[in-house]
């Protein structure tokens, strides 16, 4: 699809517009939406969450994307929601505003600081060592807690897994792993083996 996307005012007033294009991919709605801006007026770089290689805009953290347009939602409301939130946030860029919706860094930086908000730890083994967990078609609440207490899963953190794992899917937690594996985060490589066996 291609066309014009506007940014509207609470007021329902046309502030901007952009001409834009949308991909929807095979698997849709496991996988979001491909947007790219086409007129040339963004940059393409991670600044303007837009990537350099092919022009798609990171509209929204696929692992965030429960608060905002859960898998089944009706593409009205990534149309009205995430998009036009993505958007708004670039024409204020442009203006010399600053971002206005609590905007997540691009790539490994931005799964760190969306998991540091759900686990109140910015520890990155510990993200990696929930990230296990989500990842895994099954887990076993005998096994030691993520979190690092020392106590088993049951008695400790279950439920926070329980209700992280209705809200991410493993597969979303397995690309996350790999994107944090490959990046400059501090990583502990000699998890490395074990985050492959999520896959």
């Not at 990842?135 to 076993?140: E, L, S, Y």
Request: proline share 7%; aromatic share 10%; charged share 30%.
């Amino acid at each position: 699809m291609r066309g014009t996307f506007s940014v509207y005012s609470p007021q329902r007033k046309v502030l901007d517009r952009y001409r834009i294009s949308i991909e929807m991919p095979r698997n849709y709605p496991k996988d979001l939406p491909i947007v790219r801006e086409t007129g040339g007026r963004i940059p393409r770089n991670q600044d303007f969450h837009i990537e350099a290689a092919d022009g798609r805009a990171c509209v929204l953290l696929p692992d965030d994307r429960w608060r905002c347009f859960p898998e089944g939602a009706p593409f009205e409301q990534f149309l009205a929601g995430p998009l036009h939130d993505f958007f708004h946030g670039q024409s204020l860029v442009e203006l010399g505003g600053d971002w206005p919706f609590d905007e997540w860094k691009h790539g490994a930086e931005g799964i760190v600081q969306h998991y540091t908000d759900l686990l109140d730890t910015d520890d990155v083994k510990t993200i990696v060592r929930f990230l296990r967990v989500i990842a895994k078609q099954n887990f076993k609440a005998h096994l030691p807690c993520p979190c690092g207490s020392g106590k088993k899963i049951k008695k400790c953190c279950r439920a926070k897994i329980v209700e992280l794992r209705r809200r991410i899917a493993p597969a979303m937690a397995r690309k996350s792993l790999e994107v944090l594996r490959a990046s400059t985060v501090p990583y502990n490589r000699a998890q490395e083996g074990t985050v492959r066996e999520t896959r």
